[in-house]
T-cell receptor
């Protein structure tokens, strides 16, 4: 089966650091993605991990441990505009086609 | 226009109506996707087209009928929908179906009454 778990909601204050966790169980694995989605807008690509370790991109970093089926997205120096939903998605090669399987998303609220 | 566009942005339809959602991508991509996003549920892949050919149908009811006349345009034809079909329908594209990054459109918010 396929299962991706992430917290439903998180809150943090401006300037702080927040870590959003994602655990997954899929029949195949060929990469993990993080997307950001502001209310009423399209999801936008943030990061991609296929090997274990940390990928850093400005204020955002993403970590992957394939053996643990675990990833996190780290957001530093939080800004109000970071209030959004963060979607974890795994590329699962189940039937020969590599499709993205999404979690329900974590809604992050950044307060002043 | 740049990126992926979708029209209409909002649609209200009765269960006996027929309507179509349109998606257009201006990125020169060859793969296009339809996703459904319901409240408190994960994004669900519905259909995939690669070079205008349908390569994936994720067990979607036949009241949803996709059409891909060329690599830039994707339609989702709707007929005799149910209230539970109310959701945000997102279109996405990627250079090809194996590409790791997908670019999403803003979605069509569909309400079935």
């Amino acid at each position: 089966g396929q299962n991706i778990d992430q917290p439903t909601e998180m809150t943090a204050t401006e300037g702080a650091i927040v870590q959003i966790n994602c655990t997954y169980q899929t029949s195949g694995f060929n990469g993990l993605f993080w997307y950001q989605q502001h209310a009423g807008e399209a999801p936008t690509f943030l990061s991609y991990n296929v090997l274990d370790g940390l990928e850093e991109k400005g204020r955002f970093s993403s970590f992957l441990s394939r053996s643990k089926g675990y990833s996190y997205l780290l957001l530093k120096e939080l800004q109000m505009k970071d209030s959004a939903s963060y979607l974890c998605a795994v590329r699962d090669q189940d039937t020969g086609f590599q499709k993205l399987v999404f979690g329900t998303g974590t809604r992050l609220l950044v307060s002043p | 226009e740049t990126g992926v566009t979708q029209t209409p942005r909002h649609l209200v339809m009765g269960m006996t109506n027929k309507k179509s959602l349109k998606c257009e991508q201006h990125l020169g991509h060859n793969a296009m996707y339809w996703y459904k996003q319901s409240a408190k549920k994960p994004l669900e892949l519905m259909f995939v087209y690669n070079f205008k050919e349908q390569t994936e149908n994720n067990s979607v009811p036949s009241r949803f009928s996709p059409e891909c006349p060329n690599s830039s345009h994707l339609f989702l034809h709707l007929h005799t929908l149910q209230p539970e079909d109310s959701a945000l329908y997102l279109c996405a594209s990627s250079p090809h179906r194996g590409s790791y990054e997908q670019y999403f459109g803003p979605g069509t918010r569909l309400t079935v009454t």
